[in-house]
């Protein structure tokens, strides 16, 4: 693994292609890890002409984890926030928006186009806001703006997100069903859940890192975060906006208001996409990716 200290903190990254061409970073969503960008979809990017860096976020995957935090108190979070109070979390999205343009410095990279997947796209969104002269696109995917107003998710989805799994290591079939559930409840219907496939994708994240309370310390992270709206107003740089027509987790709403955001964004609605990427959508994806790269 290469390994680089990071703001205080251990980020787990990997490289494609040719190490002088413009770089691309792809941030991760929510409890997941750079594995879900897999390597068939970072080696069709790194064969169009970029450097393509992808990362474990901290507190997933390999990176340093914060899991020396107490359990986080959601009802009291809530609390804090509907009062107009800063509650203690461990980093915020600022944090991890600052752990992106960090690894940049580590590796000597002036400039990348960033690209990021759900809370992935609120990272990437901060860093375009905060670093314009480090940001040169931006692609957003499957994300959305922060504005309060928004539709929220489906009911079931919300549930099945924040039940607790089962321990992998003393139950893995419990494990298994309660992951694969949710991935094909938010997954879309233009395209085959390919359960074998994303079998293999959860165990292989559990044998890289298990640590259940990292979750709840993203969503915290998120939820201080706040409308982004003002920040994304800021953005100059080329953006394209991707979100899935059956998206359940971040309606299309989210990814619309998230473009009228942006002064000059384009957004591409997926017909039978949801809150995944299947590698039906890998062409399609990486199009867009390099067409809004190419307009810099």
């Known amino acids: 693994m ?22 691309i970073i792809l941030i991760a969503g929510l409890g997941t890890q750079m594995i879900r960008w897999t390597v068939p979809f970072c080696r069709i990017l790194a064969a169009r002409g970029f450097r393509v860096i992808r990362f474990d976020n901290r507190d997933a995957g390999c990176s340093t984890h914060f899991s020396h935090y107490r359990a986080l108190d959601f009802d009291a979070l809530a609390t804090a926030l509907m009062s107009g109070q800063r509650p203690g979390i ?57 504005n309060p107003a928004l539709p929220q998710s489906a009911p079931d989805v919300m549930a099945m997100m924040t039940k607790p799994a089962p321990n992998p290591f003393k139950d893995e079939a419990g494990f298994l069903a309660h992951s694969l559930s949710f991935a094909k409840r938010i997954a879309g219907t233009g395209y085959p859940f390919e359960e074998d496939a994303y079998r293999a994708l959860i165990l292989e994240e559990v044998q890289r890192a298990y640590d259940p309370g990292s979750v709840g310390r993203q ?5 201080v975060s706040g409308d982004r709206r003002p920040r994304l107003a800021t953005i100059k740089v080329p953006v394209l906006v991707i979100h899935g027509v059956d998206d359940p987790l971040f309606v299309p709403a989210c990814g619309e208001d998230t473009a009228s955001a942006i002064p000059g ?26 067409r809004t790269a190419r307009r810099n």
């Open 2 to 23: 290469n390994i680089l200290k990071v703001n205080g903190v251990d980020l787990v990254y990997d490289s494609f292609g040719n190490e002088n061409d413009e770089a």
């Open 90 to 146: 461990p980093y915020t999205l600022d944090d991890m928006s600052d752990d992106a343009i960090g690894l940049l410095d580590a590796l000597l990279i002036d400039r990348a186009h960033f690209v990021g997947r759900s809370m992935g796209g609120m990272i990437a969104q901060i860093a375009a806001s905060e670093y314009p002269e480090r940001v040169l696109s931006l692609t957003s995917i499957m994300s959305s703006s922060g």
């Open 219 to 223: 969503i915290a992270a998120i939820a």
């Open 265 to 290: 964004a384009e957004l591409m609605l997926v017909n039978g996409m949801g809150h995944d990427l299947p590698h039906q959508l890998y062409k399609v994806t990486a199009d867009g990716i390099e």
